[in-house]
């Protein structure tokens, strides 16, 4: 075998797809100390206090009117109606029921605002804390995330991303750290069984003379690129070896509490998540969409919304009953908001200047509502909330800090450049 036979696919920002991850850990190998080597332990808080993240993302732009900021009676609210919460006099849409009784555990942002309402920069921006750039890749920051935690030693991937595209990989960071992307939860990681007749010894042989065989290879100038596919090929005969391979299986879960998740990408991918952080992994993304209804909005949320609805209120249940929701901190958020004015096709465009965000769980203070909107919600009226902001706010959470500069190319680049920590929703 060849060095050409381990090919990894991966994007520009270093997406690794699932398939090449696992089929070149199958292939080639190394020695685990050299991952370790790569990644330096720069998070201690996170790893001390055992913390992981669950993002919730909402492809596309759900509309603030139709989710968590509804204007009943007034020309921009439209149809939508309002029903009360669990926090009393705060009512959110009429299509969020289950989450309505939630909301005294979770703090709302009614305020958060962006200039960017194109979806793939936005979806970016709000991945990364940055606008794309033509010469830098930033990561996303589940990949920060990754890093911090020191979880790049584990048997299971440090940053997974279920039933979507996390819009941004590792970029300038090790491939380590990438996104290790799940389309079905449903079904367990293909490519995950060892070929028949190979056994777990004669893998590893095969690992170690990889390893030799990428020595040269290093020594003519590679050096930097044999580490990060090493470093992947070691993640990923560790995961195919691993006993924690079964977490992916949601078939180990009861029928009845499945569910209650919903039978759907984004319902199993919830309970998904929280199998995988339950377990260690630092930051799991889960995708739901299209939220982009600039026909039939009304329709469209409903339907959306109700998918939702039932996932994201049963993972907060479930991570509560299970002791689990102090140590983790949950996102909902899309990447801007919809416009006060309903077009002609019964729907709502893109707009940036004002947008809800949810966050749950470890640090946060429950049953708190930041930021205001006018009376029709065309503009915020206290409290804006910036992208920056929210991320200084997560960083914060997460023990870490938003300014430390993260070296590459010879320059060093901010983890979060500019904002402030949102105090108003921190425990």
């Not at 993302?57 to 669990?86: V, Y």
């Not at 490519?191 to 990428?214: C, F, I, S, V």
Request: charged fraction near 25%; proline fraction near 6%; hydrophobic fraction near 35%.
């Amino acid at each position: 075998m060849s060095l050409n036979d381990v090919q990894l696919t991966m994007n520009p920002d270093g997406l690794v797809s699932r398939r090449s991850f696992l089929g070149a850990g199958m292939l080639a190998g190394l020695s685990g100390l050299s991952l370790r080597e790569r990644l330096r332990a720069a998070g201690p808080e996170l790893r001390k206090r055992d913390l992981s993240v669950i993002l919730l993302f909402m492809q596309g732009a759900p509309s603030q009117f139709e989710t968590f900021d509804p204007k009943p009676g007034t020309p921009t609210g439209g149809p939508t109606k309002g029903i009360s919460t669990s926090i009393p006099g705060v009512q959110i849409a009429e299509y969020w029921p289950k989450m309505a009784a939630m909301m005294n555990r979770v703090a709302l942002i009614r305020s958060l605002n962006s200039r960017d309402v194109n979806h793939p920069s936005a979806q970016y921006l709000l991945r990364t804390g940055y606008k794309i750039s033509g010469s830098v890749k930033y990561p996303h920051f589940g990949s920060i995330v990754a890093q911090e935690s020191g979880g790049t030693g584990s048997d299971l991937p440090p940053f997974v991303a279920i039933a979507g595209n996390p819009a941004a990989g590792s970029g300038y960071l090790s491939k380590s750290v990438a996104p290790f992307v799940i389309t079905d939860p449903t079904r367990p990681p293909v490519n995950t069984q060892l070929p028949a007749g190979m056994t777990k010894e004669a893998l590893q042989r095969r690992l170690r003379l990889t390893a030799k065989l990428e020595q040269d290879f290093a020594a003519a100038g590679a050096k930097s690129l044999v580490k990060d596919h090493q470093a992947i090929n070691d993640a990923a005969a560790r995961l195919v070896l691993s006993p924690k391979l079964k977490e992916f299986d949601l078939s180990e879960e009861k029928d009845s509490l499945r569910d209650r998740y919903g039978r759907n990408s984004f319902g199993q991918g919830c309970l998904l998540a929280r199998r995988l952080t339950e377990v260690g992994v630092p930051f799991v993304e889960v995708s739901h969409g299209n939220w982009d209804t600039h026909r039939e909005n009304f329709e469209g949320h409903e339907r959306l919304s109700s998918v939702v609805d039932a996932g994201f209120s049963t993972l907060l249940e479930d991570l509560k009953q299970r002791g689990r929701l102090n140590k983790t901190l949950v996102i909902w958020t899309g990447e801007f908001g919809r416009t006060p004015t309903i077009n002609g096709n019964n729907g709502r465009d893109h707009y940036g200047r004002a947008f809800n965000g949810i966050l749950a769980g470890a640090g946060i203070k429950p049953g708190v509502v930041v930021g205001k909107t006018d009376s029709q919600g065309r503009e915020i009226a206290e409290r804006p909330v910036s992208v920056q902001d929210l991320f200084c706010t997560l960083c914060e959470v997460l023990g870490i800090n938003p300014r430390q500069k993260i070296e590459t190319d010879g320059r060093g680049i901010r983890i979060v450049d500019g904002g402030e920590a949102v105090k108003e929703v921190l425990a």
